[in-house]
Nanobody, 117 residues
Framework: QVQLVESGGGLVQAGGSLRLSCAASGRTFSTYAMGWFRQAPGQGRDFVAAISRSGWTTYYVDSVKGRFTISRNNAKNTVYLQMNRLASEDTAVYYC??????????WGQGTQVTVSS
């Protein structure tokens, strides 16, 4: 069982930056691939970024490439999402996800990001 707690969301002006954090419980953090998803009002939950267990490989949705950076610190059981040059279309609830090779899948409670234009 993994519990995920996101933090770092808030209100920011367009062009600004935020850094989201996701702290995981347990001693098996390094065995999970980690990801960030987001859900805008009235929309489904969409993939944003993911990082491999080692942190060597990352993936991004095209709309955030060059603006967002996902990273992880396995010693601190934490994954981060650095978001730069934020735009109004980035407004959403951001969710952290942990996924194992065995198919275990866990979600955090989400953190709100609001970008004002």
């Amino acid at each position: 069982q993994v519990q995920l707690v996101e933090s770092g969301g808030g209100l920011v002006q367009a062009g600004g930056s935020l850094r989201l954090s996701c702290a995981a419980s347990g001693r098996t953090f390094s065995t999970y691939a980690m990801g960030w998803f987001r859900q805008a009002p009235g929309q489904g939950r969409d993939f944003v970024a993911a990082i491999s267990r080692s942190g060597w490989t990352t993936y991004y949705v095209d709309s955030v490439k060059g603006r967002f950076t996902i990273s992880r610190n396995n010693a601190k059981n934490t994954v981060y999402l650095q978001m730069n040059r934020l735009a109004s279309e980035d407004t959403a609830v951001y969710y952290c996800n942990a996924n194992s090779d065995s198919g275990s899948d866990y979600w955090g409670q989400g953190t709100q990001v609001t970008v004002s234009s």
